[in-house]
């Protein structure tokens, strides 16, 4: 076959169907990046390969495909697009975009029909959509659980899922919402063509990651009991799979939720019971640090001073990985993150110097980290923690000096826990014999004026 035009992704991802190539695999065989052969396969003919890789493409048909390999192209073309979309579970993507494809409202009705309103799929959900999302989860886990998929759509899932979860720490989180539903309800059809054992627990954990996300999110919404919902359809489906990691990553998931929903001691209960089979590395230091500052925010004092000492012995075990981390971002715990915890229990039973030296160190390290993985939210805490310990020696501008940089945070990004970190530091300038100072009433108003901007922006 003489090909003298360019090659889209749908003619790429067809090369690679018929070769027989997962997705790895091809990626390997053309020598480019697992992410490159995923966005051909979400985006099809919206997106065109670089003249290179066209070549590339040319040389692998002519001289790797057999006969037999270029007659399957050739067929898998002559049915076209919109038969490969159906076979694979894909929505309609509009040319010229890189966002994922969303599913077809037939799919989406099919797999989630509480999710769908009249004016289209997932993306567009009932009030501000999570609750109807956390409900979908359920309605997910009900039935997976009772229970050949197409192993390149379990690896594109992989990898879709790997990319939200790394936007997630630096990005705004509302429009990762509509995309990591999909995704879940992309793993709930995959499930529905009965795939080979080792697939189903593939797609049972990629379900259960999914669903771990979407409470993530919607905790930081503002969505608690949403989130908690979420968690519990992520927990069945982590038993059905008999996976330790996405166990232990829930459980210490629920232990946030309840934490900073006022329920610290419910949070202790949470990491205690997950910290029994918990492996080292990143996950280990994750459940000391949270029940160190749990038990800080109980009052237990003593307890989170043998929490600390535990994150700090779990540090030194961070070498060992597991698959949850291989995905990246929000399923990590890294030692910044570690540090902004440190500093928050260090706060909450009133060590406030100690608390100031450890977060700016949390500070320091995501400045001068990656950018994917800085976090807004954990930075901005860790500022939080700063202005606190300042406000306790008196140091009204230090504090002001802190927090700037979280007040000037665009909309989308003033998450839930962000602003009750600020409420804290409120209560602390409240409590400040210097409350009635030019700059501290200048920043009461600051933080006062923090929240109903975020509440505007988030529908």
């Not at 979860?165 to 429009?175: M, Q």
């Not at 995309?179 to 627990?201: C, I």
């Not at 600051?446 to 509440?455: G, H, K, M, N, Y």
Request: hydrophobic share 40%; glycine share 6%.
């Amino acid at each position: 076959m003489v090909r003298g035009r360019a090659w889209t992704g749908f003619e790429a991802a067809a090369l690679q169907e018929a070769m027989r190539y997962s997705v790895r695999d091809f990626a390997q065989m053309l020598g480019v990046e697992l992410t490159t052969v995923a966005n051909w396969r979400a985006g099809l003919s919206a997106v065109t390969p670089r003249t290179r890789t066209q070549a590339i493409l040319d040389t692998a048909h002519r001289q790797r495909a057999t006969p037999e390999d270029r007659e399957r192209f050739t067929q898998i073309l002559a049915e076209g697009e919109a038969a490969w979309r159906l076979r694979h579970g894909h929505g309609q993507r509009e040319a010229g975009t890189d966002d994922p494809a969303p599913m077809s409202d037939a799919v989406v009705s099919s797999v989630a029909p509480e999710a769908r309103t009249t004016d289209g799929p997932s993306a567009k959900l009932r009030d501000d959509g999570l609750q109807d999302t956390a409900q979908g989860s359920l309605e997910f886990a009900r039935w997976a659980t009772d229970a050949s998929a197409d192993q390149f759509s379990i690896d594109s899932l992989y990898f879709d899922l790997a990319r939200i979860a790394t936007t997630y720490v630096h990005k705004p989180l509302r429009p990762l919402l509509a995309d990591l539903t999909d995704q879940r309800n992309v793993a709930w059809r995959l499930l529905g063509d009965r795939p080979r054992p080792q697939q189903t627990r593939d797609l049972l954990v990629l379900g259960g990651v999914a669903i771990t996300i979407l409470a993530h999110i919607t905790d930081d919404l503002g969505n608690p009991f949403a989130a908690m919902q979420h968690t519990l359809a992520a927990e069945r489906l982590a038993h059905q799979a008999d996976h330790a990691a996405l166990k232990a990553w829930i459980a210490g998931t629920q232990a946030l939720i309840t934490e900073w929903s006022g329920r610290p001691s419910k949070a202790m209960e949470f990491v205690r019971r997950a910290s029994r089979n918990v492996p080292p590395g990143h996950q280990r230091v994750r459940l000391a640090a949270l029940e160190a500052r749990a038990a800080a925010r109980a009052g237990k004092v003593d307890d989170a001073r043998n929490a600390l000492r535990r994150t700090r012995v779990a540090i030194d075990g961070t070498a060992a990985s597991d698959d949850l981390q291989e995905i990246g971002g929000i399923l990590t715990f890294p030692i910044p993150k570690a540090m902004y915890y440190t500093a928050s229990a260090l706060t909450l039973i009133g060590d406030h110097q100690e608390a100031e030296r450890v977060a700016l160190d949390a500070i320091n390290a995501y400045e001068t980290g990656a950018a994917e993985e800085r976090s807004y939210g954990d930075e901005a805490l860790a500022r939080s923690d700063v202005a606190i310990a300042r406000i306790a020696r008196h140091d009204l501008d230090g504090a002001v000096d802190a927090l700037t940089p979280v007040l000037k945070l665009p909309a989308p990004q003033r998450i839930q826990s962000i602003r009750d970190g600020l409420a804290q530091v409120e209560k602390h300038l409240v409590d400040n014999r210097h409350t009635t100072a030019p700059t501290a009433q200048h920043l009461r108003q600051e933080i006062a004026a923090f929240t109903p901007v975020a509440l505007q922006a988030l529908p």
